[in-house]
């Protein structure tokens, strides 16, 4: 081997000074650097370990690890490996040429002999450089696993200028000590190294030794077999992941190899009836590597409220690998997320329908978001996704069109689903429904009145009704009329009444023959104009629907006793407050009466016992 000679010289680089771009442009956080330097040397105990294994390298490996040192009184931090090292010439082509990928030149190299290439992490030139963010000099000190090599000792300040000399350097690997500049004194704290290392070099596959104890699970639960595990093992990694979390509904074991590579534990956690998306988000990794939480291109969005890891090194990053660029390969394994959690979720429906049901106002929220996104899950979806009614009984989309239809089909001979959005709210128009023998689903999901609209697409002759949309009998129209106690006429002169009283342009008032076990007034919401204001909301955006001011049908029930008396009374002013009361209650009855209002309704009532 050569003797390693003294030399100064510039970087090749293709710009005046690289590092201000590295320090504000590049990177979008600087505690990158440590991710990036820890992971070159996990990277270099790799390529030391499949030398070996391929023969290239004779030696003992000992005991292979990482360490990660702080010395705040000298104000350095230093990553050291025992793997490869780095004789001179490679110092001046990995480190002195930026942007040379020495994992790149090494695959190269040994491309047939091995087939593990998911094994090289990093790579020597953009990352390394990354230390100049927080530093405001770097050396290197390294020694090559080859025979006969010399340590060396590399110096940059960071400007273009470097400094290659013989170092003593007894054992072979790589020290990287970084001075760190005035302004990333911050990074000169133990807890704070602690909190990047959990993060980042968490799973790494390598020993991490940080303040004399490893940080970090070489071998995550996701990278074996699971005929290797158990249900415990499962959930004991979910405690790992979310220490907080409450136990997890179920999970799924990602394992692929072609046409791509990923692996992974995806949880359904308990989320019940909240949007809580990215509450606790799924980790990305590439080879352990901790990547970022923000994979909405890879994990499709309606499934970015489960929790877990994904790890591919097949998704493409950015040179900084802080963000996920696009390509084929992101398509494929979102499809592939998709598909894994259909089964899934079949696969539970099949084997244990009454399991399902229980976990199905938990996991409902995920099938029903999955349905309005993506139409290859809804193929899958409609023959496990469940409709729950008021009863609390469940059924699919074909057993329950089988039990409704022979009453609640129109007279267009389309099937109407009545539903309720508030059992409690809508409990007398509930109940009204219920007499007349129909059956109600329980509808109260946040993304229901999306879910409804999209059924009503999707399936053929399927019309939704909430049961506060109309009066009872109009809400499953089957030409069919009740007779009226009273003329056109009398009629006529009643609607007048109230819309004097009332005096409201935005209320409808008409006047229907209603059975009379019905109450007198009945206050119901336009189904067309309240769905398009209840989407509008959860959309959170202006819309035209979402500006229109509420109205309201008021239909008044010709054939109750309250409303003869109403036009059998002589005094107006008693005719009126009659008109107000009857009027009041049923504001009452949807939760519409409140404040004043109220208060006025309560006092007349207590006066008039």
């Keep these: 081997m050569?003797?390693?000679?003294?030399?100064?010289?510039?970087?090749s680089i293709h710009t005046e000074n690289i590092f201000p771009i590295i320090k504000?442009?590049?990177?979008?956080?600087?505690?990158?650097?440590?991710?990036e330097l820890v992971s070159n040397a996990v990277d270099a105990t790799q390529k030391l370990r499949q030398l070996a294994s391929f023969g290239e390298f004779g030696g003992e490996l000992g005991d292979l690890k990482v360490t990660v040192s702080l010395d705040e009184e000298a104000k350095t931090i230093t990553i050291s490996d025992n793997g490869l090292g780095m004789t001179a010439d490679e110092i001046k082509k990995y480190i002195n040429q930026i942007a040379f990928s020495g994992a790149t030149d090494f695959l190269e190299k040994y491309k047939d002999k091995t087939d593990d290439k998911g094994q090289i992490i990093g790579h020597f030139g953009l990352g390394f450089y990354s230390a100049f963010m927080v530093a405001e000099k770097v050396e290197i000190v390294t020694k090559s696993y080859r025979d006969g090599s010399e340590g060396v000792r590399w110096i940059c300040d960071g400007s273009t200028e470097f400094e290659l000399t013989p170092a003593e350097h007894d054992e072979r690997g790589t020290d990287i000590i970084l001075h760190i500049a005035p302004d990333s004194e911050e990074f000169l704290n133990k807890d704070r190294l602690q909190g990047i290392l959990n993060k980042y070099a968490r799973f790494l596959p390598v020993p991490v030794e940080f303040d004399g104890e490893v940080v970090n699970n070489t071998t995550p639960i996701w990278i074996k077999a699971p005929s290797e595990l158990t249900d415990e093992d499962y959930k004991n990694f979910y405690r790992e992941l979310y220490p907080m979390g409450e136990e997890p509904l179920f999970w799924i074991h990602l394992n692929v190899d072609y046409p791509f590579n990923l692996t992974g534990i995806l949880y359904f956690p308990r989320i019940k009836n909240?949007?809580?998306f990215q509450r606790e988000k799924i980790q990305l990794y590439s080879r352990q590597v901790f990547i970022t939480d923000e994979v909405k291109d890879v994990v499709p969005d309606f499934l970015m409220m489960l929790h877990g890891v994904i790890d591919s090194p097949d998704i493409p990053l950015n040179v900084s690998r802080s963000f996920l660029q696009s390509d084929a390969n992101v398509k494929?394994?979102?499809?592939?997320?998709?598909r894994k959690v259909a089964d899934k979720l079949n696969d539970l429906f099949n084997a244990d329908r009454k399991s399902f049901e229980e976990k199905f106002d938990d996991i409902g929220l995920f099938i029903k978001y999955g349905i309005l996104s993506d139409d290859k899950f809804w193929e899958k979806a409609k023959n496990f996704v469940l409709l729950k009614n008021t009863e609390g009984q469940f059924a699919t989309l074909d057993e329950y069109r089988e039990k409704i239809q022979a009453d609640q089909t129109d007279k267009n001979e389309t099937l109407v689903l009545l539903y309720t959005s508030d059992r409690k709210q809508q409990d007398t128009y509930i109940a009204s429904a219920r007499r007349r023998g129909y059956d109600v689903l329980l509808m109260?999901?946040?993304i229901d009145s999306h879910f409804i609209n999209a059924l009503e697409q999707k399936l053929e002759k399927v019309h939704f009704q909430r049961v506060d949309a109309d009066t009872v009998d109009k809400l499953i129209d089957k030409g069919l009329n009740n007779e009226s106690v009273l003329s056109s006429d009398d009629q006529t002169k009643l609607k007048e009444v109230f819309e004097q009283v009332l005096d409201n342009k935005m209320l409808n008032v008409s006047v229907e023959a209603q059975p009379i076990d019905e109450l007198p007034v009945t206050i119901t919401v336009p189904e067309f104009m309240r769905r398009m204001k209840d989407m509008s909301a959860l959309s959170g955006e202006q819309s035209f629907y979402g500006n229109l001011p509420n109205t309201y049908n008021v239909a008044v029930n010709a054939n109750h006793p309250l409303i003869g008396k109403i036009l059998a009374e002589a005094d107006v002013?008693?005719?009126?407050?009659?008109?107000?009361?009857?009027?009041?209650?049923?504001l009452l009855s949807q939760n519409m009466l409140t404040g004043a209002e109220l208060t006025a309704f309560v006092r007349r009532t207590v006066a008039g016992l």
């Design 573 to 586: 002013d008693a005719q009126k407050a009659l008109v107000k009361q009857i009027y009041d209650l049923a």
């Design 24 to 35: 504000k442009f590049l990177y979008s956080d600087h505690e990158i650097f440590l991710r």
């Design 444 to 446: 109260d999901n946040v």
């Design 332 to 338: 494929k394994i979102n499809g592939y997320i998709t």
């Design 274 to 276: 909240e949007l809580r």
């Design 2 to 11: 050569e003797s390693v000679q003294s030399e100064k010289g510039n970087i």
